[in-house]
């Protein structure tokens, strides 16, 4: 197992590598500057300034030297610091990471708590009531986007209860219950989108298991259907379920930048649409670089599981 995670750690560099030198070539191509942007909020913009700025942050060099700079720079442990802000970009992720950490969390325990046990109920009781009543919301989960949903929560209860979200930010060790007044929808929004596709994973594995002989022998042992589902159906249809999940944990800590933008949590979402509004590139580039690594471990932490689930499945 460890010359397993190894190696798989040693073919994740190239991956990385490749994604460091796309985002780079990608932000030099988009149209902007971070520094004309920086003085124009000052109210000057002169071409003296621009140069002199652009010497200080080493934007006059050339890009392949610009690149190997940063890349070197990486490799140590240092992000850099944010042209705009003036700030480390090590200190905005350490304040905007558990943001966005614990609404992952919580979307993703929302996903679970719905789509495991309404995907097992619909695959027991196929095509009954219950089957087409999870299906119904599985398919509405999967057509609604994120943003509208969003949209149209905060409209209803603002006209209907005079009531939105807070939009100052508490620690979940601070204040509690302001805390989670906060993140309860935006929770709910993503994590009711993704136990759709839990949901269905889980249906359609867990059908295909239950027709597998060794259950059809559970049955014809006397076993109850409870022990015959929990005990040997249900371990063996989760890997698939697994790699939905591993995915959606990437997702949810890399990708949740809409939902953050509306619900206005300060998490790694927000960090990268203001680094990308002011083309910050040292910033983006860093951001990048964080979700890629987490999407490998998310990745690999996904296929270590396996052997947990199925004793039968060896890493060599």
């Known amino acids: 197992m460890q010359a397993y995670v190894l190696r798989r750690l040693a073919?994740?560099?190239p991956v990385l590598l490749l994604t460091s030198v796309i985002v780079f070539s990608l932000l030099h191509t988009v149209p902007g500057d971070v520094i004309i942007a920086k003085l124009a909020d000052q109210g000057t913009v002169k071409k003296e300034d621009i140069e002199m700025m652009k010497r200080q942050y080493g934007l006059d060099k050339p890009l392949p030297q610009q690149y190997f700079i940063w890349l070197g720079r990486l490799v140590r442990g240092n992000l850099g610091i944010s042209i705009y802000t003036?700030?480390?970009?090590?200190?905005?992720?350490?304040?905007?990471?558990?943001?966005?950490?614990?609404?992952a969390a919580w979307a993703m325990i929302?996903?679970?708590?719905i789509g495991v046990p309404l995907g097992i109920v619909s695959a027991v009781f196929r095509n009954s009531a219950s089957d087409y009543v999870g299906r119904i919301v599985a398919t509405l989960g999967l057509s609604a986007p994120d943003f509208w949903v969003a949209t149209m929560v905060i409209t209803f209860l603002a006209i209907q209860f005079h009531w939105i979200p807070p939009v100052r930010y508490h620690r979940l060790w601070d204040d509690p219950v302001s805390n989670l007044?906060?993140?309860?929808?935006?929770s709910l929004v993503i994590g009711y989108r993704l136990s759709a596709?839990?949901?269905?994973?889980?249906?359609?594995?867990l059908l295909e298991v239950l027709r597998e002989d060794y259950v059809r022998t559970a049955h014809a042992k006397g076993l109850r259907e409870r022990s015959v589902v929990f005990r040997h159906a249900l371990k063996n249809a989760f890997l698939p379920v697994i790699t939905i999940m591993g995915g959606q944990i990437a997702f949810l800590l890399g990708g949740s930048v809409i939902i953050e933008q509306i619900f206005v949590l300060p998490g790694m979402g927000r960090l990268a649409i203001q680094g990308?509004?002011?083309?910050?590139?040292?910033?983006?580039?860093?951001?990048v670089m964080v979700f890629a690594a987490i999407v490998v471990l998310a990745n690999l932490a996904v296929d270590v599981s396996y052997a947990w689930l199925d004793p039968r499945i060896r890493f060599r």
Do not use: C, G, N, W
């Open 11 to 13: 073919f994740s560099i």
């Open 276 to 287: 990308l509004t002011f083309r910050d590139y040292p910033l983006v580039q860093s951001l």
């Open 181 to 186: 007044k906060q993140f309860a929808l935006p």
């Open 197 to 205: 596709t839990i949901m269905r994973m889980t249906r359609s594995t």
């Open 86 to 103: 003036e700030e480390e970009i090590q200190t905005s992720l350490r304040r905007a990471f558990p943001v966005t950490l614990e609404l």
């Open 110 to 113: 929302i996903a679970i708590l």
